[in-house]
């Protein structure tokens, strides 16, 4: 009997706290995509304020940082790591080639795409493990850092990007 | 038996998945306060780009969004409601007297202070009750639009808004 008043009362919520999460991480990608639908290729180019980061190079960015989860995650290779060494390594002005910006959009869908697949095939349970850059000692101390607290983070860290990429709608 | 079982396994990750959400709502107000501390009020009167609020607008905006969640969470009655019409429902340039930033800087650690109390006073089982402004029929069909998930969307809220009080730091 307690077993059974343990699953229907706890049980749902650990499968209620990674929707919860998950849905805000989708609420942030569905902004971008509103985002990206709504600026010119033109406006993207342009710097989100005077001498700061030009639309396109935090397309770069998010794209790059989204693609990394798939390592803390565990989820498998990265599709993009090339992105790293120019969207997060390096500055704007790096003189390091870019991919164009039809490209990079077409990454950015693709690294959602493939994310979003393989985070619904994940058991619930392995949300709660550690992520892939946190010693185990570490762990020990600090169970919250876990692979759910990644894309919690990294939701944050989305969110602060796009607070600069609407910047580029004109007023 | 399998009661221990489900007990140990499941029911730390209620308290650790509160933990998870609180304490990157706490690292976006440690990055907000070390923002503040770094700024000069000078800084602070600026806008954040040509035509975009300024760093006070955005300091009372946040404050005023902060102190909104007394009421979502039922943690009682809101310290300063009079912030919501003029950060909140009003734009910069509403005409409307605003607090000094000297008393914008002390309500805003005042809010966070008294939220944190009374977050650290609720039984972990709270979070997961409805928001204030959720119909029962809604939160029936979207159980996990409860009062954590307004913990979350607004940490990605001052997220997104950090974002753009990081252009007042100059280059």
Excluded: C
């Excluded at 493939?114 to 985070?119: A, G, P, Q, S, Y």
């Amino acid at each position: 009997m307690s077993a059974n008043i343990t699953e229907t009362t706890v049980q749902p919520s650990t499968e209620l706290f990674i929707k919860m999460v998950v849905s805000n991480w989708e609420l942030q990608n569905s902004r971008l995509n509103g985002l990206l639908d709504k600026l010119t290729d033109e406006a993207l180019a342009t710097e989100t304020a005077p001498g700061r980061n030009t639309g396109v190079y935090l397309l770069g960015h998010l794209t790059a940082v989204s693609d990394g989860m798939f390592t803390y995650l565990g989820l498998g290779e990265r599709l993009y790591p090339q992105l790293d060494q120019i969207f997060v390594k390096s500055p704007e002005n790096s003189g390091l080639e870019k991919p164009s910006l039809a490209e990079l959009k077409q990454y950015w869908a693709k690294v959602n795409e493939v994310l979003t697949e393989r985070m619904n095939a994940m058991q619930p349970e392995e949300w709660f493990k550690p992520h892939s850059a946190i010693a185990a000692d570490d762990f020990a101390k600090e169970p919250h850092r876990n692979k759910l607290n990644i894309l919690i983070n990294r939701t944050i860290h989305q969110g602060y990007h796009i607070g600069q990429l609407v910047y580029l709608v004109k007023k």
